[in-house]
């Protein structure tokens, strides 16, 4: 089976809609356009696929396959290459917590120009505690990212509505963690 443009980029954008609708509850991607064999980057590619478009850019941190993941996402969908605190997206495969701390926060008059990180993980789900939109109360979840990342998450969403927005790749589905989302890790 092959990715169609139209459906299935509209199915992982209807994904992340609902993953960032519903913080921290895995949401299933229905399809991967099979550009590499790490099914959690293809899951990744999946949603820049669906999401990303002309005049937006992305950025790209991790060893071989992610960078040649991104450069047939951006040749794909016409978004342009920029380092980490200049982009617009940014496609992380492996440790997250650099990523995090210096992607783009956005400003006071624009803070929806903040950064959207989508990671790529296979790690081991740690407990965290989220509230804020989304979550009926404070819940306890399991993410799929290390100690380190989430630290970096809870600072660089700390001086709130600045902040970046985590979409969590996983084989299979996507987490969302909207900038407005608290965390805490247990």
């Known amino acids: ?110 803070p929806e120009s903040g950064a959207t990180l989508v990671v790529a993980s296979n790690s081991t789900p740690i407990p965290v505690t989220i509230a804020g939109p989304g979550v009926a109360a404070p819940a306890r979840v399991l993410l799929p990212l290390d100690a380190v990342t989430a630290h970096a998450l809870i600072a660089a969403n700390s001086a709130l509505p600045l902040g970046v927005d985590l979409l969590i790749t996983t084989a299979n589905c996507v987490i969302g963690l909207p900038r407005s989302v608290a965390l805490e890790v247990a």
């Open 1 to 110: 089976m092959s990715w169609n443009t139209v459906h299935d980029g509209r199915e992982a954008f209807l994904a992340c809609m609902r993953a960032f609708c519903a913080p921290g509850t895995p949401v299933e991607l229905p399809a991967r356009p099979r550009v590499c064999t790490h099914p959690e980057l293809d899951c990744a590619a999946a949603i820049l696929l669906g999401l990303l478009d002309r005049g937006l850019a992305l950025a790209v941190s991790g060893p071989d396959p992610a960078p040649g993941v991104a450069a047939r996402v951006m040749a794909d969908t016409g978004a342009g290459c920029a380092d980490i605190p200049d982009a617009d997206w940014v496609l992380v495969h492996g440790p997250a917590a650099d990523a995090v701390a210096r992607a783009r926060r956005g400003t006071r008059l624009a």
